[in-house]
């Protein structure tokens, strides 16, 4: 059996090979082929341009994620400070789950990468060969007759068309790898905008941000709470003291004023007690 | 003997090494036969090296046949075998 080297070699010669026999004056063939370097020389361009932007695109995603990945980490921090390793833990488990999607991204990035510094090789080599060729095809169609022709062209022909199939499958390859990576692309860039994946990373106000702030207003009403208490406290013994107080002078004959003045406090207290039970409940 | 790896280039390899290779070849030819993946990289990238290292890389401006065609290092199964079905069988020089 062949190996892979004998084989292979024969992929792209079967290629010329039809291409040579379909015209009568092989000088045809030169200019035929010299058009379709030049289209192949564009179609490289191209792909080099695709393959940048897909790299582009990921390197926004990439962003993204990992901003997102630190947020969660802060959260964490956050969750942590105020007691809730429950919290904590979740924002952490989901930051895994991102960095996992982000490494391979990274992962997709090279590729692409490398897919780029090829074809941006390719382009380059394919560019001095069709350079070559077209002085080698001028020579060949000032110097020689048609039948004389026929053996020149055969070597530059094959020459070229070789590196044209081998470019052209660079091209191919690059494209079919930035159509696969694109659509996982638009894939994630679906969930971002749907807000499937806000939930889970935090871009907007995600449950644990809302637990978070949640716990927040209840701490600042404990603590509400508590001044109050704390002023009532005091409350109570100031107006026992006022109507204690006041007690004296109504035997002086003034217990009317004093009274209505006692009442008016007391109602205060109850209203002011109101309040954190109100912020209880938001 | 020319020598392209696909993607790569063009290598002018002795054609006294041809031997040497043709092992390494025969590697990644039973790595195919046997769907292994691994083996398959594995070998392919030993028979790459390999023909960088004793061959002098082609300028671009060289319009040459290449006597042997590689696939590149990055090649699957799928992709070699892809590249094998659009050739014919041939005979193996010498």
Redesign the interface.
């Known amino acids: 059996?062949?190996?892979?080297?004998?084989?292979?070699?024969?992929?792209?010669?079967?290629k010329a090979d039809k291409t040579l026999d379909k015209y009568e004056d092989p000088r045809q063939t030169l200019d035929y082929s010299y058009q379709r370097q030049l289209e192949l020389l564009q179609k490289v361009r191209r792909g080099v341009a695709d393959v940048a932007t897909s790299r582009k695109r990921i390197e926004l995603q990439a962003n993204g994620l990992s901003t997102q990945a630190d947020k969660l980490t802060q959260q964490a921090q956050k969750a942590l400070e105020v007691g809730r390793e429950d919290l904590a833990r979740e924002a952490l488990t989901r930051r895994s789950g991102l960095q996992q999607q982000l490494t391979d991204l990274q992962a997709q990035h090279a590729q692409l990468q490398?897919e780029e510094e090829?074809l941006v090789r390719?382009s380059?080599?394919l560019?001095?060969?069709v350079?070559?060729?077209r002085t080698?095809k001028e020579t060949i169609k000032a110097t020689y007759s048609a039948a004389e022709a026929q053996s020149r062209i055969g070597?530059?022909f094959?020459?070229?068309s070789?590196?044209m199939g081998?470019v052209g499958?660079?091209v191919q390859?690059a494209e079919d790898k930035t159509l696969q990576l694109q659509a996982r692309a638009g894939a994630i860039d679906e969930l971002l905008s749907s807000g499937a994946l806000d939930d889970a990373t935090g871009t907007q106000k995600d449950d644990i941000t809302l637990e978070l702030e949640q716990l927040a207003s209840t701490s600042e009403v404990e603590d509400e709470l508590s001044r109050m208490k704390a002023s009532i406290g005091s409350g109570p013994s100031a107006s026992t003291q006022a109507i204690g107080g006041g007690q004296a002078p109504a035997l002086e004959g003034q217990p009317v004023q004093q009274a209505p003045a006692a009442s008016t406090d007391y109602q205060g207290q109850p209203t002011k007690a109101a309040q954190p039970n109100a912020g209880d409940l938001r | 003997m020319i020598v392209r790896i696909l993607g790569e280039g063009q290598w002018e390899v002795p054609d006294a090494a041809i031997g040497d290779l043709n092992a390494l070849d025969d590697q990644v030819e039973q790595a195919v036969t046997e769907q292994d993946e691994a083996k398959l990289s594995q070998a392919l990238a030993e028979l790459l090296s390999e023909v960088r290292t004793i061959g002098t890389a082609l300028s671009d401006e060289q319009l040459l046949d290449s006597d042997l065609i590689l696939p590149d290092v990055g090649s699957s199964l799928a992709d070699v075998e892809a590249l094998l079905a659009d050739s014919a069988e041939g005979l193996i020089p010498g």
Request: charged share 30%.
């Open positions: 059996m062949a190996g892979i080297f004998q084989r292979m070699s024969l992929i792209f010669r079967a490398g090829k390719a380059q080599r560019q001095a060969k350079d070559a060729f080698k070597e530059a094959s020459g070229i070789e590196e081998d499958l660079a390859r």
